[in-house]
């Protein structure tokens, strides 16, 4: 199920959506092409977030992990494990940003964005405080994205592909729809995840929800007034 379009028009171009958008794509390919892989293992073990660094420091100092206050918490927003990872995250960055900073405006809903993906690592991180292996990704910025959609605009279209046998299957249903049933999936997958630990492994699950929920309670004051620009 992966979104291909939205019908909300903006008024203002999303600067700071497409800013995001190229930093992303920027630092994932100049470690893909640039980077020798042992490089690329010590950036995401320094800048992405492992769980086991701050819950065990001891583990880290062994490890080889400097301490760095936090840093990774944000840094990780702009790491990807591969194409699939950043071409999904930058496909939902493309269709649901642009509405969330035209209506926060740029600065507001940079920090927003930074916000809520800082909060949604700390939410992961509390669900796997002894995972020793790097969580990545824009996705729980994104999903706080993904909240404040869903509060703002429940009844715009969204124009998804639901890939079966890779046929072009293409189907509008109401924004409240999609994003109600992507949040049933990611409680699913993190509910099982604490049952079966290696059942949803490789995908941050509690980030997803802890961004969505943050999105939900903290877009309200990061709106800008109607007069405002």
């Known amino acids: 199920m992966?979104?291909?379009?939205?019908?909300?028009?903006?008024?203002?171009?999303?600067?700071?959506?497409?800013a995001l958008i190229a930093l992303c794509v920027s630092i994932f390919l100049i470690?893909?092409?640039?980077?020798?892989a042992q490089l690329q293992h010590q950036i995401l073990h320094y800048f992405g977030v492992v769980p086991v660094?701050?819950?065990?420091?001891?583990?880290?100092?062994?490890?080889?992990?400097?301490?760095?206050?936090?840093?990774?918490?944000?840094?990780?927003l702009f790491l990807h494990s591969g194409w699939a990872h950043l071409?999904?995250?930058?496909?939902?960055?493309?269709i649901f940003a642009k509405a969330i900073?035209?209506?926060m405006g740029h600065w507001?809903?940079?920090?927003f964005y930074l916000l809520c993906g800082v909060i949604s690592m700390l939410i992961q991180w509390y669900f796997s405080s002894t995972l020793a292996?790097?969580?990545?990704g824009a996705s729980g910025a994104i999903a706080g994205i993904l909240g404040a959609y869903f509060f703002l605009f429940p009844y715009a279209r969204v124009v998804i592909w639901v890939p079966i046998f890779f046929l072009p299957l293409f189907f509008e249903i109401p924004a409240v729809a999609f994003l109600g049933l992507w949040m049933i999936i990611q409680i699913h997958e993190a509910t099982t995840s604490l049952l079966f630990e290696a059942a949803s492994a490789g995908v941050a699950w509690w980030a997803h929800i802890g961004g969505f929920i943050a999105g939900l309670v903290l877009h309200r004051f990061f709106l800008i007034a109607p007069h405002e620009s």
């Open 2 to 18: 992966i979104p291909i379009r939205d019908s909300i028009t903006t008024q203002t171009r999303p600067y700071i959506s497409w």
């Open 133 to 136: 292996i790097p969580i990545i």
């Open 108 to 111: 507001y809903f940079l920090i």
């Open 87 to 94: 071409a999904l995250n930058v496909v939902f960055i493309w």
């Open 101 to 103: 900073e035209d209506k």
């Open 53 to 76: 660094r701050y819950s065990n420091p001891q583990w880290a100092a062994n490890f080889g992990l400097p301490p760095d206050h936090g840093l990774s918490f944000l840094s990780s």
């Open 31 to 36: 470690m893909t092409f640039f980077m020798s």
